[in-house]
């Protein structure tokens, strides 16, 4: 579910800009509380949590705005109030966040590569995830997740061997 109430969550996206792009909503469920994912002013990601009138905020060092692929996970671990952006598979910055005791569920509808409103995402997406969880929680690294998903074995066959012409045989092993 979309909604979060108390629980720590992440907001994981894979997506690439047009190039020079600024202001498109990535992932956003915000109506006075919420959270928001957004490629900011500055070409980075912007993380955005807010419950009452407690609120966070926590801008990428890193730009994103290149017109290549980026993947991003914004993480709340709620009882250690922290807020986290990792991009390409590092820790980019971490702050404060909002506690476990602040509810951040609204009556928003999910938005994702933009709003009714506008805020449109110039670019293209590969995926997009909410997890009521931490990385931590699921008892995974960074460093392991981007692994998986960007190297892992589901790109080769038994053996170890990449596809030859970019593609996988039907089968265990890759037809020679």
């Known amino acids: 579910s979309p909604q979060v109430r108390d629980s720590n969550f992440l907001v994981e996206v894979y997506f690439k800009t047009d190039p020079g792009h600024r202001g ?9 509380a919420g959270y928001s994912l957004i490629v900011d002013r500055d070409g980075g990601v912007t993380f955005a949590v807010q419950g009452g009138e407690e609120a966070a905020e926590l801008a990428s060092r890193a730009k994103v705005n290149d017109g290549r692929w980026h993947h991003v996970i914004a993480e709340a671990d709620r009882t250690a109030e922290t807020l986290v ?12 966040g909002p506690g476990a005791n602040v509810s951040l569920a609204n009556d928003a509808d999910l938005h994702v590569g933009g ?57 265990a092993i890759e037809f020679l």
Do not use: N
Not at 85 to 96: A, I, P, T
Not at 144 to 169: I, K, S
């Open 85 to 96: 952006l990792y991009v390409d598979g590092r820790k980019d910055v971490s702050g404060l």
């Open 24 to 32: 498109g909503v990535l992932v956003e469920k915000m109506l006075g």
């Open 115 to 171: 709003t009714p409103q506008g805020r449109c995402l110039a670019g293209t997406f590969e995926f997009a995830r909410i997890a009521l969880g931490t990385l931590a929680d699921a008892k995974t690294t960074i460093e392991e997740l981007y692994a998986w998903q960007f190297d892992g074995p589901f790109l080769r066959d038994w053996t170890g061997r990449v596809p030859a012409d970019g593609r996988r045989d039907a089968g």
